[in-house]
């Protein structure tokens, strides 16, 4: 009887196991090659949305199983610790939701100059088809930075856990911050928004512990739930008296909360 038990608990186990997997929200089969994960687009190019290595320097391929890799899926490389430098092949022209916002040793970013939809400036991926800010590596070293004059939208947690930066001024070339773009930035302490910005996304500074000073445009109508939750240091903080559009929660644990100034 305990062999019968044993022989159905590992055929069980095998059936399991050759169950093909399916990614989240789709009905695309999950493929596998090496540490990646992706699944095929329908002109047959591969989107890799998993990444199960960690070694310091990371080359992207090409292709994985002869199919051309195009694609990086929103934080597809959520298991990104010990990654210090990625390298981007050129095939790649599509970048989700930051890939890397989950490598917290990330320094560095390398693509080519001759790169079709890509650039690094000054360390910072940026997405030249819709003038994206797509990522500030976690370690870049830089305490001051001016967002760059081509870029229109800050990208989902383009900035998430930065430990470095402190002080950040947002030209009024960018109209919008998306969701959790500063999220966890534990150091940064002054935001200056120079005019432009119409959205701020939930989450967006949210648990920027040090955020003392806040100085956004009149150009800004809408604040995000909980935009600027958990930033417990923030009391220099002015908005615009037309901002009227503003989210659930949106200045919780922050002191004196609902006693901002209006401008």
């Keep these: 009887m305990k062999k019968l038990i044993s022989l159905f608990l590992l055929c069980s186990c095998m059936l399991f196991l050759s169950l093909p997997v399916f990614a989240e ?7 596998f090659s090496g540490d990646y ?10 989107e890799i949305i998993q990444h199960s290595g960690g070694h310091e320097s990371e080359m992207i391929p090409p292709e994985l199983d002869g199919h051309t890799v195009t694609t990086i899926g929103d934080y597809a490389f959520e298991n990104g610790k010990g990654i210090k430098s990625i390298s981007i092949p050129d095939t790649i022209i599509s970048l989700g939701a930051n890939p890397f916002a989950f490598c917290p040793d990330l320094v560095s970013i390398w693509i080519s100059p001759e790169h079709p939809a890509l650039t690094v400036k000054d360390g910072v991926l940026i997405d030249k088809t819709d003038h994206r800010l797509i990522c500030f ?18 990208g989902e947690r383009a900035f998430f856990n930065s430990q470095h930066l402190v002080t950040i001024t947002i030209p009024e070339n960018v109209k919008r911050i998306a969701e959790s773009a500063f999220s966890v930035c534990v150091y940064l302490e002054k935001v200056t928004l120079l005019g432009g910005v119409e959205e ?19 150009s800004v109508t809408k604040i995000g739930r909980y935009a600027f939750l958990g930033c417990t240091k923030l009391k220099d903080l ?25 401008c």
Excluded: M, W
Excluded at 201 to 217: I, K, M, N, P
Excluded at 254 to 260: A, M, R
């Design 137 to 154: 590596p976690a370690e870049l070293f830089t305490n001051f930075y001016t967002v760059p004059s081509e870029v229109e939208i800050i």
């Design 37 to 46: 994960g992706y699944i095929l687009l329908p002109d047959g190019s591969a």
């Design 238 to 262: 002015t908005i615009p008296e037309h901002s009227k559009d503003i989210g659930e929660g949106a200045f919780l644990q922050v002191p004196n909360q609902g006693g901002y100034s209006l």
């Design 25 to 31: 929200g789709r009905d695309q089969q999950i493929l």
């Design 200 to 218: 701020i996304g939930d989450y967006a500074f949210h648990l920027c512990e040090r955020l003392q000073s806040v100085t956004l445009s009149d």
